[in-house]
């Protein structure tokens, strides 16, 4: 390894021909900056703390509430049908049950009971939007500054437009992610659009591989870092290949359906799936958002993401799971097996994502370490529109901070004692954001 190795601080990237990828944490190259390391008296530099990382995940209209439980602990943690795909990730994990959002009860079915899910705010009916910010926009303006991206806020269904008949905005059914108290976040559902943003891909040669553009660039920094790393690096360069190259087939589909837009004067965002260039199969398309929030953390591009797998009053369909409804209609049988399946599959996007970060060494332990993931629907049952508990789970451990393969039920603890807000005011924290109050909480969350 060559020792006059100049300091690399997290914003180094591999750079090409309109394009920047940024790097994953690397042993032999003090890639997080001074502001991680620390001076034990020695001399010599000694890593301490890495990033710590927050994603939301959200599905809409509930769970199968009878397949939706565990029992005891760590390795040992009994886990329901619905919680399987989960079962590999046990001793990371926290299923927590009981909590709510106050302002979302009381108010009518579905987007009263949405767009409030991670502020806690009092929505406002009528023309004029009116919420609160959201926790994750509360933690990318602490962090933005330290990052290239202030947060990604990525979806897999398109938002709706017009107002339900509880006279609320179907804006509030469509977005869990909002900058201030009347704008929801921008969201990126397109899976290419969101792989170019991560890597500054633009220009004429966006189609062209990234990795073939900063291959000059990676040979070099090849011989500048440990053997360890060298194969870390190539196991990195292989993943985003990979997604790439599924990236690659969801961008010839934007392309046609821009053009087919243009005819006849239209926006592609108003077309039906698949014309208007996402992926025709959901699981291909929320597989790639995971990926994309993965490649984000490892690399340090943003610490915040959201990612709204289905929106309430969802329209997606699940021929590979025998649904023969779409999701808002078949959540009015929520104890169906047919039901169950879904909540299951929405359950196997949270493992998915879990087990990527889990494969991403940082120091001695994962990404996922160093993150958390919360999976939150709005409400526990479809068929009773119930928003007085959420079905929450929560994956990693936030760089130690956060303890981990335990089951935790607030259903008892009293109203001022189980808030989401509470919960949300906790996490923040822990990821050294301290604030007196967000949303109806002032309070952190007992237990946690």
């Known amino acids: 390894m060559n020792r006059d190795l100049p300091r690399i601080n997290r914003r180094t990237v591999l750079r090409g021909a309109g394009v920047a990828m940024a790097l994953p944490w690397l042993e032999s190259i003090p890639v997080w900056s001074e502001e991680t390391s620390s ?58 049950s009981g909590l709510f959002n106050k302002h979302a009860t009381g108010v009518g079915i579905h987007p009263g009971q949405t767009g409030n899910i ?20 509360m933690l990318a303006n602490r962090f933005g500054e330290e990052t290239a991206m202030p947060s990604l806020v990525l979806g897999c269904e398109q938002p709706i437009t017009g107002y339900h008949e509880t006279n609320f905005s179907m804006a509030y059914s469509s977005h869990i992610s909002w900058q201030d108290a009347n704008s929801p976040v921008p969201m990126e559902v397109y899976p290419s659009l969101a792989f170019d943003s991560l890597f500054d891909n633009q220009g004429s040669k ?47 589909m934007k392309d046609r359906a821009d053009d ?20 025709e199969d959901i699981r291909e398309h929320m597989r790639l958002m995971g990926d994309i929030i993965a490649l984000a953390f490892q690399t340090d ?13 969802s329209g997606l369909f699940y021929p590979f799971l025998d649904v023969r409804t779409a999701h808002h209609p078949a959540s009015h049988d929520d104890q169906s097996d047919a039901y169950e399946r879904v909540s299951r599959y929405y359950v196997s996007q949270l493992a998915y994502l879990a087990t990527r970060l889990d494969a991403m060494q940082e120091g001695e332990g994962t990404v996922l370490d160093n993150s958390c993931l919360m999976f939150v629907s709005n409400m526990w ?7 007085t508990k959420v079905p929450l789970l929560l994956a990693g451990g936030l760089g130690g901070t ?41 309070t952190r969350l007992a237990g946690l």
């Open 381 to 387: 049952s479809g068929s009773q529109h119930d928003s």
């Open 206 to 252: 966006r189609t062209k591989s990234i990795l073939d553009r900063v291959k000059e660039h990676a040979t070099q920094l090849n011989g500048q870092i440990s053997l360890a790393d060298r194969a870390k690096l190539d196991e990195y360069l292989t993943s985003v290949r990979e997604v790439e190259k599924r990236v690659e087939k969801t961008r010839a």
């Open 39 to 96: 001076n034990d008296g020695s001399g010599k530099s000694a890593q301490s703390t890495f990033p710590k990382r927050f994603a939301a995940m959200f599905m809409g209209n509930g769970i199968n509430s009878k397949h939706w439980w565990a029992k005891g602990a760590g390795a040992e943690m009994e886990l329901s049908k619905s919680l399987e795909p989960l079962a590999p990730l046990k001793t990371k994990l926290n299923v927590v």
């Open 402 to 442: 956060l303890e981990t393969g335990r089951v935790l039920d607030f259903t008892k603890s009293g109203d001022d004692n189980r808030k989401l807000c509470s919960l949300y005011l906790s996490l923040a924290d822990r990821m050294g954001v301290n604030q007196d109050r967000f949303g109806d909480a002032t």
């Open 118 to 137: 991670l502020s806690g705010a009092a929505l406002q009916k009528g023309a004029v939007l009116k919420g609160g910010i959201s926790v994750d926009q």
């Open 301 to 313: 591009k943003t610490r915040v993401a959201t990612l709204l797998l289905c929106r309430d009053l």
């Open 260 to 279: 087919n837009a243009a005819n006849p004067g239209r926006s592609a965002i108003t077309m039906k799936r698949p014309d208007n260039g996402l992926p």
